[in-house]
């Protein structure tokens, strides 16, 4: 039988869709090139933005077409399942299953029905979340690994916390195990992946951990493993410590890159924002993260035309951006999303305003990215190569710990390999190097 996904938002929901997608295939199931042909089609939806839902509905109105022709399995999956349930199935009944943030356990049980050819009825019961684990196919190097889920934070443009629920840290027990198997399949860079992973909080079984104690046991783990890189996503900057940055100060593995979401550089905003945090502090905790980690390069998210936001509001955001040097930002403008606290504030901007401030925001980025990716050739430098040039087969594209790409001479053979080379030039936002060495015992 086979299966096609849709998958939307974050790289909480790329993991998840990886994690669902194993399950498949480890009954024998096989991806299907469309829609159109397969079995079954899961949407894994998004709700952070509105635009992301309306084009999802799209979605389901053709695939709602294409049942009239033919029989197949649909779920809707993600943060749209769990923000609107069953009313999904009642405003499309071509949908079939409605399988929530928290619902995933029930994904077995939805595929032994769908390949015996029957209906299978959810149990009344609450439904209880767990983690999944392994999502890894053979051949990728590079994974996620989620320690926690959902958000306390209710940062008053976001919908998160409201459609994924508050944080709940997984055991370092299963995280251990799912880095331990991770390795034996061949991965050598893992992402420590959450909502907000500075505040994962373990106080289960076992002894208390807090985010640097995790650090700490993940990397005496990876240690002893081919795991060569960590990474954590994302930070947010009222909660990463003193300790989680000296963890990663004192330990090699940990990449000398960090995503510290910013949104925006002004105090009346971010108050308005409710991120609890100042311009000022977020400055003092990038000048503590630079003095331990010299060189470390460091990206954020900026959210322009906030609801009140002022032309000095948006200069202090360039301000702030000039004086930090993000390698690079995901930015975008502020849109109304229903059911948040900021939907009802006044001083809306107009749409044209909040275009050019994005604008403006872009044109500053782009920059100082390629500003400082100039800066950095002729560094001698250690990249995982991770596959073969969509546009070269005889060229590989490998990663800095910094979170550059470079693109050189190779083989698919030293695909998954840590290698040595010389950033010698820069085309686009690429780097390229002549030739590379492996590391040794790579
Ligand atoms: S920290 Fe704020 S922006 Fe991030 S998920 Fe939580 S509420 Fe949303």
Redesign the pocket.
Known sequence: MTFFFETYGCQMNTAESAALQLVLKERGWTEAPSGETADLVLLNTCSVRATAETRVMGRLDLYRALKKQKPFTLIVAGCMAQRMGESLRERNPAVDYVMGTASRSVFPQILAAAEQGRAFVPSDEAPVFSFSSSHLEDGQFRSFVPIMHG?????S?????YV?GREISRSPESIVREIRLLAERGVREITLLG??VNSYKWDGEGPSLEFPDLLELVAEECGKLPIRWIRFL?S?PKDLSSRAIRVMADNPLFCRHLHL?V?HGSNAILGAMN?RYTREKYLDLVAEVREAMPGISLSTDILVGFPGETEEDLELTLDLMERVKFLYSYMYHYNPREGTAACDLPGRIPEEIKRQRLGRVIELQKGHTLELLKERIGSRETVLIEGISRKNADELIARTERDEMVAVPGSLSQVGSFAELTLSSLRGNTFRAKELALCPGD
Do not use: A, D, T
């Open positions: 958000c306390n934070n209710f940062c443009y976001c919908i998160v916390p994924r909502q907000n994302s947010h979401c949104q991120r």
